[in-house]
Protein backbone atom coordinates (compact mmCIF):
# COMPACT_ATOMS: atom_id res chain seq x y z
CA UNK A 1 0.00 0.00 0.00
CA UNK A 2 1.55 3.67 -0.73
CA UNK A 3 0.90 6.15 1.70
CA UNK A 4 2.01 9.93 2.07
CA UNK A 5 5.63 10.59 1.41
CA UNK A 6 6.70 12.57 4.49
CA UNK A 7 9.31 14.52 2.42
CA UNK A 8 8.12 17.65 1.39
CA UNK A 9 9.39 19.01 -2.18
CA UNK A 10 11.88 21.96 -1.40
CA UNK A 11 10.86 24.92 -4.72
CA UNK A 12 14.04 25.17 -6.52
CA UNK A 13 15.47 28.72 -5.82
CA UNK A 14 14.91 31.90 -7.45
CA UNK A 15 17.57 33.56 -9.90
CA UNK A 16 18.26 37.22 -9.87
CA UNK A 17 20.32 38.75 -12.68
CA UNK A 18 22.77 41.36 -12.04
CA UNK A 19 25.11 43.22 -14.63
CA UNK A 20 28.52 44.44 -14.49
CA UNK A 21 29.44 46.82 -16.94
CA UNK A 22 31.67 49.82 -18.34
CA UNK A 23 34.54 50.58 -20.55
CA UNK A 24 37.44 48.69 -21.49
CA UNK A 25 39.82 47.23 -18.84
CA UNK A 26 38.03 48.80 -16.26
CA UNK A 27 37.66 45.72 -13.92
CA UNK A 28 34.39 44.07 -14.73
CA UNK A 29 35.92 40.63 -14.77
CA UNK A 30 38.01 40.96 -11.39
CA UNK A 31 34.77 42.58 -10.47
CA UNK A 32 32.99 39.49 -10.76
CA UNK A 33 35.64 37.09 -9.62
CA UNK A 34 36.30 38.62 -6.79
CA UNK A 35 32.99 37.51 -5.06
CA UNK A 36 31.74 34.72 -7.10
CA UNK A 37 31.36 31.67 -4.83
CA UNK A 38 31.90 29.58 -7.57
CA UNK A 39 34.90 29.37 -10.46
CA UNK A 40 33.45 32.64 -12.70
CA UNK A 41 33.20 31.62 -16.38
CA UNK A 42 35.25 33.96 -18.60
CA UNK A 43 35.24 34.56 -22.27
CA UNK A 44 39.11 35.99 -22.35
CA UNK A 45 40.93 36.11 -25.85
CA UNK A 46 44.42 37.29 -26.08
CA UNK A 47 45.04 41.13 -27.39
CA UNK A 48 46.34 40.80 -30.40
CA UNK A 49 47.97 43.50 -33.37
CA UNK A 50 44.62 43.63 -34.89
CA UNK A 51 43.18 45.46 -31.24
CA UNK A 52 46.19 48.00 -31.81
CA UNK A 53 44.63 51.74 -32.76
CA UNK A 54 41.46 49.74 -31.50
CA UNK A 55 41.60 49.12 -27.95
CA UNK A 56 43.39 51.93 -26.34
CA UNK A 57 45.36 50.59 -23.57
CA UNK A 58 47.19 53.51 -22.45
CA UNK A 59 45.93 53.29 -18.83
CA UNK A 60 46.16 49.79 -18.69
CA UNK A 61 49.38 48.99 -20.09
CA UNK A 62 49.68 45.02 -17.96
CA UNK A 63 46.17 44.05 -19.91
CA UNK A 64 46.85 41.34 -22.29
CA UNK A 65 43.63 40.07 -22.54
CA UNK A 66 40.15 41.28 -23.05
CA UNK A 67 36.44 40.09 -22.83
CA UNK A 68 35.19 38.90 -25.88
CA UNK A 69 31.38 37.86 -25.03
CA UNK A 70 30.68 37.82 -21.18
CA UNK A 71 31.71 37.00 -17.75
CA UNK A 72 29.32 35.15 -15.24
CA UNK A 73 29.49 34.49 -11.60
CA UNK A 74 26.73 33.37 -8.66
CA UNK A 75 26.43 34.02 -5.38
CA UNK A 76 23.94 32.34 -3.07
CA UNK A 77 22.30 34.73 -0.95
CA UNK A 78 20.33 32.01 0.88
CA UNK A 79 18.56 28.34 -0.14
CA UNK A 80 15.94 30.23 -1.94
CA UNK A 81 17.58 32.74 -3.79
CA UNK A 82 20.64 33.17 -6.13
CA UNK A 83 22.52 36.05 -7.82
CA UNK A 84 24.11 36.07 -11.19
CA UNK A 85 26.38 38.09 -12.07
CA UNK A 86 27.09 38.69 -16.08
CA UNK A 87 30.03 40.97 -17.07
CA UNK A 88 29.47 42.47 -20.53
CA UNK A 89 32.61 43.03 -23.06
CA UNK A 90 33.75 46.95 -22.80
CA UNK A 91 34.46 47.24 -26.48
CA UNK A 92 31.90 48.89 -28.92
CA UNK A 93 32.53 46.15 -31.44
CA UNK A 94 30.83 43.74 -29.26
CA UNK A 95 27.56 45.62 -28.43
CA UNK A 96 25.32 43.39 -30.66
CA UNK A 97 25.58 40.94 -26.98
CA UNK A 98 24.49 43.41 -24.95
CA UNK A 99 20.76 42.87 -25.25
CA UNK A 100 20.58 39.14 -24.63
CA UNK A 101 23.06 39.96 -21.37
CA UNK A 102 20.57 42.49 -19.87
CA UNK A 103 17.85 40.87 -20.50
CA UNK A 104 15.25 40.19 -17.63
CA UNK A 105 18.16 42.11 -15.32
CA UNK A 106 17.29 43.50 -12.24
CA UNK A 107 19.89 46.37 -12.45
CA UNK A 108 23.43 47.15 -13.70
CA UNK A 109 26.43 48.37 -11.89
CA UNK A 110 28.27 50.73 -14.29
CA UNK A 111 32.18 50.61 -13.19
CA UNK A 112 34.33 53.88 -13.99
CA UNK A 113 38.18 54.61 -14.35
CA UNK A 114 38.28 58.21 -13.50
CA UNK A 115 41.45 58.08 -16.07
CA UNK A 116 39.26 57.28 -18.94
CA UNK A 117 35.64 58.55 -18.05
CA UNK A 118 34.02 58.81 -21.43
CA UNK A 119 34.47 54.78 -21.78
CA UNK A 120 31.60 54.25 -19.80
CA UNK A 121 29.47 56.55 -21.40
CA UNK A 122 27.71 53.46 -23.63
CA UNK A 123 27.07 51.74 -20.50
CA UNK A 124 24.92 54.29 -18.81
CA UNK A 125 23.19 55.87 -22.01
CA UNK A 126 22.03 52.43 -22.60
CA UNK A 127 20.82 51.45 -19.18
CA UNK A 128 19.00 54.74 -18.98
CA UNK A 129 17.51 54.45 -22.65
CA UNK A 130 16.05 50.74 -21.55
CA UNK A 131 15.01 51.65 -17.69
CA UNK A 132 17.30 49.42 -15.85
CA UNK A 133 18.02 51.14 -12.53
CA UNK A 134 21.91 51.12 -12.13
CA UNK A 135 24.48 52.76 -9.77
CA UNK A 136 28.07 53.68 -10.73
CA UNK A 137 30.64 52.27 -8.86
CA UNK A 138 34.37 54.07 -9.11
CA UNK A 139 37.48 51.41 -9.11
CA UNK A 140 40.66 52.94 -7.39
CA UNK A 141 42.81 52.26 -9.50
CA UNK A 142 46.24 52.67 -8.33
CA UNK A 143 47.60 55.71 -9.28
CA UNK A 144 44.48 57.13 -10.44
CA UNK A 145 43.70 60.73 -9.17
CA UNK A 146 40.52 60.69 -6.49
CA UNK A 147 37.57 63.10 -7.66
CA UNK A 148 34.77 64.41 -5.24
CA UNK A 149 31.54 62.45 -5.74
CA UNK A 150 30.05 65.53 -7.40
CA UNK A 151 32.31 66.14 -9.78
CA UNK A 152 32.27 62.22 -11.16
CA UNK A 153 28.29 62.62 -11.27
CA UNK A 154 28.92 66.45 -13.36
CA UNK A 155 31.33 64.52 -15.68
CA UNK A 156 29.12 61.73 -16.29
CA UNK A 157 25.96 63.83 -16.53
CA UNK A 158 24.01 61.70 -13.91
CA UNK A 159 22.11 63.19 -11.10
CA UNK A 160 22.95 64.07 -7.42
CA UNK A 161 20.84 61.36 -6.58
CA UNK A 162 22.63 58.77 -8.35
CA UNK A 163 24.53 56.50 -5.83
CA UNK A 164 28.06 56.70 -6.67
CA UNK A 165 30.91 54.44 -4.54
CA UNK A 166 34.20 53.99 -4.83
CA UNK A 167 35.29 50.73 -4.81
CA UNK A 168 38.12 48.35 -5.25
CA UNK A 169 37.40 45.47 -7.57
CA UNK A 170 40.22 43.21 -6.26
CA UNK A 171 38.67 42.74 -2.48
CA UNK A 172 35.13 40.97 -1.81
CA UNK A 173 33.76 43.37 0.92
CA UNK A 174 34.09 46.28 -1.68
CA UNK A 175 32.76 44.24 -4.42
CA UNK A 176 29.49 43.40 -1.94
CA UNK A 177 29.07 46.93 -0.67
CA UNK A 178 28.40 48.16 -4.45
CA UNK A 179 25.99 45.02 -4.86
CA UNK A 180 24.05 45.89 -1.77
CA UNK A 181 24.06 49.57 -3.10
CA UNK A 182 22.14 48.53 -6.01
CA UNK A 183 19.96 46.40 -4.16
CA UNK A 184 19.04 48.84 -2.51
CA UNK A 185 18.33 51.52 -4.78
CA UNK A 186 16.18 48.57 -6.97
CA UNK A 187 14.30 48.14 -3.89
CA UNK A 188 13.61 51.82 -3.17
CA UNK A 189 12.65 52.87 -6.85
CA UNK A 190 10.23 49.64 -6.94
CA UNK A 191 8.70 50.64 -3.37
CA UNK A 192 8.34 54.33 -5.19
CA UNK A 193 6.71 52.71 -7.99
CA UNK A 194 4.00 50.90 -5.64
CA UNK A 195 3.07 54.10 -3.76
CA UNK A 196 2.47 56.10 -6.81
CA UNK A 197 0.94 53.73 -8.65
Not at 33 to 52: F, H, N, R, Y
Amino acid sequence: MFGRSSTLAVPAPVAVKIVVSGGFGVGKTTFVGAISEIEPLVTEAELTEKSIGVDDTSAVAAKTTTTVALDFGRITLDESLLLYLFGTPGQDRFAFLWDDLVHGALGAIVLVDTRRIEDCFPAIDYFEEHDIPFIIGVNAFEGARRFEAAEIRDALGVAETMPLLECDARRRDSVKAVLVALTERVLARRLNRLGTG
